[in-house]
């Protein structure tokens, strides 16, 4: 359309000199009525909803640092609660777990095409198993770049302050496929958007709980854990970084349902040096993203939540009903 600017330009010039002639402004002040709805965001674009929605979603979210004896951790709050805990994984811990890296790099010549296109987008992968890109569910799209935008937001800092090496740091038979990226290896990003994502469709659909929805054997949970995996076939991550990022996607997901519909609160954890030679598999991941329930039930975000009730009014369940929102167990 750039190109076009021009001549809209000066044929709105030529319209304005033929039309409009000379013309007095409206007198006073009081033409017509003009009392807008606080809570309506219909009149902007997606884009601009979200850049409104967003810096209110994350005023109530905070981080802090500690450490117990001696190992550091890192805690995400929402509204004062914990709902995530994470601790740093010690350097023998990543020398350990650098045995996975060798076994997944014969994987790549198989999931070259999955790794090169998730290093730029993971969304097409969900909207496979759950066409959330449709027409009739764009509000569902655009709840979900919101939970990609607040996730992306929280997990940089968090990476931040548990600045851990890459893999190709510790070995340069590592070879990665892709480009390492400059920032922490711990949590992964890629595995902490993927869990969000998934656990905001699940709760949109069904109102489940990820762990809920794994026991049922969603689509999405296998999804999120395949773009997780496929960062340590690249040779950019390790296992224990997935599994953290899983824990706090889950607890992220749930905390944006719980600020758009006053969902319970889950509060998840991950200690990578608990075990260090684990594998990000399925025996693995069932813990993570359990989670525990939290008893906090606050007023929800009145604009955001009239934005998710029209993303969940547009799933109908094969049962009939529509997405509607679960306690949470």
Same mark, same amino acid.
């Given at each position: 359309?750039?190109?076009?600017?021009?001549?809209?330009?000066?044929?709105?010039?030529?319209?304005?000199?033929?039309?409009?002639?000379?013309?007095?402004?409206?007198?006073?002040?009081?033409?017509?009525?003009?009392?807008?709805?606080?809570?309506?965001?219909?009149?902007?674009?997606?884009?601009?909803?979200?850049?409104?929605?967003?810096?209110?979603?994350?005023?109530?979210?905070?981080?802090?640092?500690?450490?117990?004896?001696?190992?550091?951790?890192?805690?995400?709050?929402?509204?004062?609660?914990?709902?995530?805990?994470?601790?740093?994984?010690?350097?023998?811990?990543?020398?350990?777990?650098?045995?996975?890296?060798?076994?997944?790099?014969?994987?790549?010549?198989?999931?070259?095409?999955?790794?090169?296109?998730?290093?730029?987008?993971?969304?097409?992968?969900?909207?496979?198993?759950?066409?959330?890109?449709?027409?009739?569910?764009?509000?569902?799209?655009?709840?979900?770049?919101?939970?990609?935008?607040?996730?992306?937001? @929280? *997990?940089?800092? /968090? !990476?931040?302050?548990?600045? +851990?090496?890459? %893999?190709?740091?510790?070995?340069?038979?590592?070879?990665?496929?892709?480009?390492?990226?400059?920032?922490?290896?711990?949590?992964?990003?890629?595995?902490?958007?993927?869990?969000?994502?998934?656990?905001?469709?699940?709760?949109?659909?069904?109102?489940?709980?990820?762990?809920?929805?794994?026991?049922?054997?969603?689509?999405?949970?296998?999804?999120?854990?395949?773009?997780?995996?496929?960062?340590?076939?690249?040779?950019?991550?390790?296992?224990?970084?997935?599994?953290?990022?899983?824990?706090?996607?889950?607890?992220?997901?749930?905390?944006?349902?719980?600020?758009?519909?006053?969902?319970?609160?889950?509060?998840?954890?991950?200690?990578?040096?608990?075990?260090?030679?684990?594998?990000?598999?399925?025996?693995? @991941? *069932?813990?993570? /993203? !359990?989670?525990?329930?939290? +008893?906090?039930? %606050?007023?929800?975000?009145?604009?955001?939540?009239?934005?998710?009730?029209?993303?969940?009014?547009?799933?109908?369940?094969?049962?009939?009903?529509?997405?509607?929102?679960?306690?949470?167990?």
């Amino acid at each position: 359309m750039a190109e076009d600017e021009g001549l809209v330009a000066d044929a709105r010039l030529a319209i304005h000199d033929a039309l409009a002639g000379y013309w007095d402004p409206p007198a006073g002040n009081n033409s017509f009525d003009w009392e807008p709805d606080a809570l309506d965001l219909d009149y902007l674009p997606s884009d601009r909803r979200i850049e409104v929605i967003l810096p209110q979603i994350l005023a109530r979210f905070g981080i802090e640092q500690g450490s117990t004896d001696g190992v550091p951790h890192v805690t995400l709050k929402c509204d004062g609660a914990k709902i995530c805990t994470i601790q740093k994984p010690s350097l023998s811990t990543l020398g350990t777990q650098m045995t996975w890296l060798r076994a997944y790099a014969d994987l790549r010549a198989d999931r070259a095409g999955e790794i090169l296109l998730q290093a730029e987008e993971i969304t097409s992968a969900f909207s496979a198993v759950r066409p959330f890109d449709l027409p009739k569910r764009r509000h569902t799209y655009e709840m979900l770049i919101l939970v990609h935008e607040v996730t992306i937001l @929280l *997990e940089q800092q /968090i !990476k931040h302050l548990m600045r +851990s090496p890459r %893999p190709v740091e510790f070995s340069d038979k590592v070879m990665p496929m892709i480009d390492t990226p400059p920032h922490s290896t711990y949590p992964s990003g890629h595995s902490t958007e993927s869990f969000a994502i998934a656990t905001a469709l699940s709760q949109l659909e069904y109102g489940e709980t990820p762990g809920e929805s794994l026991a049922a054997d969603r689509p999405t949970f296998h999804v999120a854990q395949r773009i997780a995996v496929n960062r340590t076939v690249a040779g950019v991550h390790y296992p224990v970084d997935s599994a953290a990022g899983a824990a706090l996607g889950c607890a992220i997901g749930t905390a944006v349902a719980f600020i758009a519909n006053g969902t319970p609160l889950r509060s998840f954890g991950f200690d990578p040096n608990a075990a260090p030679e684990a594998d990000f598999n399925r025996a693995a @991941l *069932e813990p993570v /993203i !359990k989670g525990r329930a939290s +008893s906090k039930s %606050p007023d929800p975000l009145a604009i955001l939540q009239k934005r998710w009730l029209k993303a969940r009014g547009e799933w109908q369940r094969r049962d009939g009903r529509s997405g509607t929102t679960g306690t949470g167990s």
